[in-house]
């Protein structure tokens, strides 16, 4: 979606890998951080959940919509389902090893009912959901420069 183009894109390795060098360096300086990702497969999952910063507590919140509603929704936005199609061929049922949140969206009241759900959960967390709990925000500078040493990196090889 980065580049407005179906699966496979081009330089989908690239843009996930700019996103975790960026995640890493905001938890490193006490963000939490959200990364909203269709990813369908449990690689991409993996990968994106993934970071060597100690003591961050990982949440996968799936976005639960019945096919039927999907499907026209697709239709009214986009002229045809085939998004939803698409992401039923990659589909791999998340593996165990980290919590789950299964969020309904059918309806906006449902939605509603759900995200005040998620929320009273983050928001009992001691840390790193709690903004009091959050450090001093990450300077503009600090990251442009792991941008650009990601991108020296991956230049380089």
């Known amino acids: 979606?980065?580049?407005y183009e179906a699966y496979p894109c081009r330089d989908e390795f690239l843009?996930?890998?700019?996103?975790a060098e960026l995640r890493d360096a905001l938890l490193k300086s006490g963000y939490s951080v959200v990364?909203?990702?269709t990813?369908?497969?449990?690689?991409?999952?993996?990968?994106?959940?993934?970071?060597?910063?100690?003591?961050?507590?990982?949440?996968?919140?799936?976005l639960n919509v019945d096919k039927d509603i999907l499907i026209e929704r697709n239709i009214e936005k986009f002229g045809d389902a085939h998004p939803v199609y698409a992401y039923d061929k990659r589909w791999e049922v998340p593996k165990g090893g980290i919590a789950i949140f299964k969020f309904k969206s059918n309806t906006m009241d449902e939605?509603?009912?759900y995200y005040a759900r998620l929320a009273e959960i983050l928001e009992s967390?001691?840390?790193?959901?709690?903004?009091?709990?959050?450090?001093?925000?990450?300077?503009?500078?600090?990251?442009?420069?792991a941008l650009r040493n990601f991108l020296q990196k991956r230049s380089s090889k």
């Open 1 to 3: 979606m980065f580049f």
């Open 35 to 37: 990364i909203d990702s």
């Open 15 to 19: 843009v996930y890998s700019m996103i």
């Open 39 to 62: 990813a369908p497969d449990n690689v991409t999952r993996q990968f994106l959940l993934t970071t060597k910063v100690k003591q961050v507590n990982r949440l996968l919140v799936m």
């Open 125 to 145: 967390e001691t840390h790193p959901y709690k903004p009091e709990f959050h450090r001093a925000q990450l300077p503009l500078k600090e990251i442009r420069s």
């Open 111 to 113: 939605f509603e009912d």
